[in-house]
């Protein structure tokens, strides 16, 4: 165990449904990312938030809403999703990039499938 | 901004052999670059980085090293075992920015014959 959970791990949903994918930390880290996994595709880095303010959104279109209340826990809220967005979708933590500590820790992901 | 380019996509080697995995890398100012090991149903694991002040690092049956004169890395595993099959991801990064943006590799899916 990394000591970055994400629940679920398996989601189907249709492209009218919203729903939200739920990353929690729990090494006192101070960043949190989403990154998008497409089969033979390098992981696409999505948001990436330090102290709870986000620092980079990579062109990710508006139906992903990410949502960082605290340092420890990170959301994606999904609505009205294409197939393509079919993925899995990681949350990684890390503990003071401005410091140098650059090492990410990564969830075991969501595989998530659009209908 | 960086890419990172890795080969092969796939390997095979025998048992116990060795395997070795390359990455180049663009940005001239990215000084880490970590290792990830992606396992099925599990999300990448950290197994080894490398700092730019460095040029090989070895932590028993792996190693790494870097060429920063010709942007590239490399990834070598021996004494390979049928635990190290799973898909390496090679990525570069600039520390010291205000958020950690890790560019990564396409990967190489490394599978070990018995």
């Known amino acids: 165990e990394t000591g970055v959970t994400q629940t679920p791990r398996h989601l189907v949903m249709g492209m009218t449904n919203k729903k939200s994918l739920k990353c929690e930390q729990h090494?006192?880290?101070?960043?949190m990312y989403w990154y998008k996994q497409s089969a033979k595709k390098p992981l696409e880095l999505m948001f990436v938030?330090?102290?709870?303010?986000?620092?980079e959104n990579n062109s990710v279109p508006s139906r992903f809403s990410p949502e960082c209340p605290n340092s420890s826990h990170l959301f994606l809220h999904l609505h009205t999703l294409q197939p393509e967005d079919s993925a899995l979708y990681l949350c990684?933590?890390?503990?003071?990039?401005?410091?140098?500590?650059?090492?990410?820790?990564f969830g075991p992901g969501t595989r998530l499938l659009v209908l | 901004g960086e890419n990172v380019e890795q080969h092969p996509s796939t390997l095979s080697v025998q048992e116990g052999d060795s395997a070795v995995i390359k990455c180049t890398y663009s940005?001239?100012?990215?000084?880490?670059f970590p290792w990830y090991k992606q396992e099925l149903g599990k999300g990448p694991q950290l197994i080894i980085d490398?700092?730019?002040?460095?040029g090989e690092k070895k932590d028993q049956r792996i190693a790494v090293t870097l060429n920063k004169t010709a942007k590239h890395f490399s990834l070598h595993i021996t004494e390979t075992q049928p635990e190290d099959s799973a898909v390496y991801f090679c990525?570069?990064?600039?520390?010291?920015?205000?958020?950690?943006?890790?560019?990564f590799g396409s990967g190489t899916r490394l599978s070990i014959r018995p």
């Open positions: 990684a933590s890390s503990q003071d990039p401005s410091g140098g500590e650059e090492t990410q820790y």
């Open positions: 090494l006192g880290h101070n960043a």
């Open positions: 938030y330090n102290f709870k303010e986000q620092t």
């Open positions: 940005d001239s100012a990215s000084n880490y």
């Open positions: 490398i700092r730019s002040n460095v």
């Open positions: 990525a570069a990064s600039i520390t010291g920015s205000s958020a950690s943006k890790i560019i």
